[in-house]
């Protein structure tokens, strides 16, 4: 599901990374199954704002906003309060039909009630207007490397209640 969802733009990052970063978090990653079929998935880890997984590399490493490798410590000092939404696939049979909308709304009560109080991604292949719809905001400053042309790192607040959110620690 993850080659079909990013091989044309250059960004699969075959089986082993994935299972790598799943292992990091698995409270914030998870498997959405349809018919008993896996039909969609979410990798989200908990990063420090700005800052987003290396694809070079399996977890335990990240890029920086200027693009510099640095090795992360196997326990973090602290936890982020910022989950980065790392992958989001639904099965191309099933696409259309709301299953992501689901995938997300999971991911942010997952979010909320592990304590995170923002969600970042990195917008690929031209999807920034779809992120933005969903209330993330664009950090043009940012360019995240080694995500192809067109990458924009995003975040949004999260949302508890009817409130959101609005630290960036």
Known sequence: M????????????GQAALRARAAASPETCFVLDVDARPAGYV????????RYPDLERAEGFERTED???A???????HRPRNLHLHDIVVAERLRGGGLGQRLLHHLTLTAGSRGFERISLIAVGRSEPFWTRRGFTAYPGIAPGGYGANAVYMSRPQVR????????S
Do not use: H
């Open 43 to 50: 990798l989200a880890l908990p990063y420090p704002p700005f």
């Open 71 to 77: 090795e992360k410590s196997a326990v973090p000092a």
């Open 2 to 13: 993850e080659a079909r969802a990013y091989t044309e733009l250059g960004l699969s990052e």
């Open 67 to 69: 693009g510099v490798r």
């Open 161 to 168: 209640g009817d409130a959101r959110v609005d630290e960036t």
